[in-house]
């Protein structure tokens, strides 16, 4: 079983890609929006990556509006698994191909700041940002079960990375 997409080199029009989407998204949320960022492998310039622009909108409710869900499917988003309280996912796929996530947390969510400090840590420390593309690399090389694989192989290293940062994994 194949990843969602496969690890590319890093593209230099991930962080445009990142804006024409939150330039999309930020109305569907309104008011209860707080913030948008772009996180994930796509927000770090030279990091190897799936290429899906990862999106994380922080909003002041744990409820879905009826106009969001409107809203997202109007852009080809439709609802994945939520990934724990609090924190709903909603993926895009075009022609087949996943071109973007999108994570969006109620306010003081533990992933938000788990997302925001690691994609922060891997921008200033080249060490470890060849470290965890090496990882990605390898491990979408030797992937045989899909997506749910590739990232709990992952999370090893992304949890040692939070807790050198003094951020316990939620």
């Not at 924190?87 to 306010?107: E, I, N, Q, S």
Request: one cysteine or more; a neutral charge; hydrophobic letters at 35%.
């Amino acid at each position: 079983m194949p990843l969602t997409s496969s690890i590319t080199p890093p593209n230099p029009g991930w962080p445009q890609q990142y804006r024409d989407a939150e330039a999309q998204l930020a109305p569907i949320f309104g008011p209860e929006l707080i913030a948008m960022h772009h996180v994930g492998s796509t927000a770090v310039a030279g990091l190897a990556a799936k290429p899906e622009i990862d999106v994380l909108a922080i909003v002041t409710t744990s409820e879905t509006p009826q106009p969001w869900t409107d809203g997202l499917a109007e852009l080809g988003f439709r609802r994945g698994g939520d990934l724990s309280p609090g924190h709903r996912f909603y993926k895009r796929d075009v022609a087949g191909v996943r071109t973007h996530k999108l994570h969006v947390c109620v306010d003081g969510h533990p992933t938000v700041r788990e997302m925001l400090s690691f994609r922060d840590h891997l921008r200033t420390n080249e060490a470890d940002r060849r470290r965890y593309e090496e990882l990605k690399l390898q491990l979408g090389r030797e992937n045989v079960a899909g997506i749910g694989e590739y990232l709990a192989r992952k999370r090893p290293l992304i949890t040692a990375i939070l807790a050198q940062l003094g951020i316990e994994r939620a």
